[in-house]
């Protein structure tokens, strides 16, 4: 409805218009212009945090459990610290004192070496038995996989002090089943042998003990990613004439690719790090001839009081440990450069 006033013509408002005194219609019920967009940027906002601040709490509880000990590690790194200055609460500080003493000490260069070479053979033992049981699980039957995977399991879930008991008493010098074994079966040289005389035979038992205790993991993971791919694809390999390796080297490493980086470098990190075993066995004898870097560090920090050059080791420890695991950070940044 419009009405005329002195020849022009105007427009009644809508419904919901109220009109100001001053005769311009107002909109009492619309909110002005852009508030629609800032609320939809507002929920955007919450929705890009609303992540960060569910991890919130494991970030901050791992910061306190973590974090503090580790700095605090660094600090004392610094310092010549002993049973008579922890008592009195007095600090020495000696700048990079304790890392110089260890950067020349061929002792410390020995125990990396061997630290290194250990982690490797046990990681190589660990990959390619576990994805050879990872494979039998894919083939066996329903009944059998279920055995096997709660053998699997129970060897997985076993602690590692009582693991260790077990491995001490399979191979006793006097009462060993090991040494009973090899007696019974013409082998009569091992009859009474110490296996934790010498240092291939200790670190043979050692890499056992972690083999067996590893083996599960990579095993049932692989399993997982198996059960993920189409069966057509090993069909179709078998039909054009590959071999069982060539299926897995031309179709399955190259589809599970991910997995197996990803699993070796978790058991570099585990194996590298490994302290139980090894010390609990035999306490890195004989003479330190098996102590890998955790156990140096342990004996130099604790066994001798020496917490500063403990702390100075466990740091340079960490840190050749991300050296080894330079290439997988390479790898992950060169896939995030990619997506």
Do not use: C
Not at 16 to 38: E, F, I
Not at 61 to 83: C, D, E
């Amino acid at each position: 409805m419009a009405a005329q006033y002195k020849g022009t013509q105007v427009r009644a408002p809508d419904e919901g218009t109220a009109m100001t005194p001053s005769g311009r219609a107002h909109d009492g019920g619309r909110p002005p212009a852009g508030t629609g967009r800032t609320r939809s940027a507002g929920s955007a906002i919450a929705g890009r945090s609303l992540p960060y601040l569910l991890i919130l709490p494991a970030l901050v509880a791992t910061a306190l459990l973590l974090g503090y000990p580790l700095v605090r590690n660094v600090l004392i790194s610094f310092q010549t610290l002993n049973a008579f200055q922890l008592i009195q609460h007095t600090t020495q500080w000696t700048g990079f004192g304790n890392y110089k003493a260890q950067l020349t000490s061929a002792e410390f260069w020995h125990t990396t070496e061997r630290s290194v070479f250990f982690t490797l053979a046990n990681v190589a033992l660990i990959m390619v038995f576990g994805t050879l049981v990872g494979l039998l699980l894919y083939r066996l039957g329903k009944r059998m996989r279920m055995l096997l995977s709660i053998g699997l399991v129970l060897a997985w879930a076993m602690p590692v002090v009582a693991g260790t008991t077990v491995y001490q008493w399979l191979f006793d010098t006097r009462y060993g089943v090991v040494n009973w074994v090899l007696w019974k079966l013409g082998w009569h040289s091992m009859h009474g042998y110490n296996w934790f005389g010498g240092q291939f035979s200790t670190f043979s038992v050692i890499t056992l003990m972690i083999v067996w205790q590893s083996v599960p993991f990579v095993a049932l993971n692989l399993y997982a990613g198996l059960t993920t791919i189409s069966g057509e694809i090993f069909e179709a390999a078998r039909m054009d004439g590959a071999s069982a390796w060539r299926s897995f080297t031309s179709v399955l490493f190259p589809m599970l690719r991910p997995f197996f980086l990803s699993t070796a470098f978790l058991e570099i990190i585990w194996v590298f790090k490994a302290f139980t075993q090894v010390y609990a066995l035999n306490a890195g004898g004989p003479e330190g001839l098996t102590e890998t870097l955790p156990v140096y560090a342990y004996v130099e920090g604790v066994g001798n009081q020496h917490y500063g050059t403990g702390a100075a080791i466990s740091v340079l420890t960490i840190v050749i440990l991300l050296v080894l695991m330079s290439y997988y950070f390479r790898i992950i940044l060169k896939q995030e450069d990619d997506l």
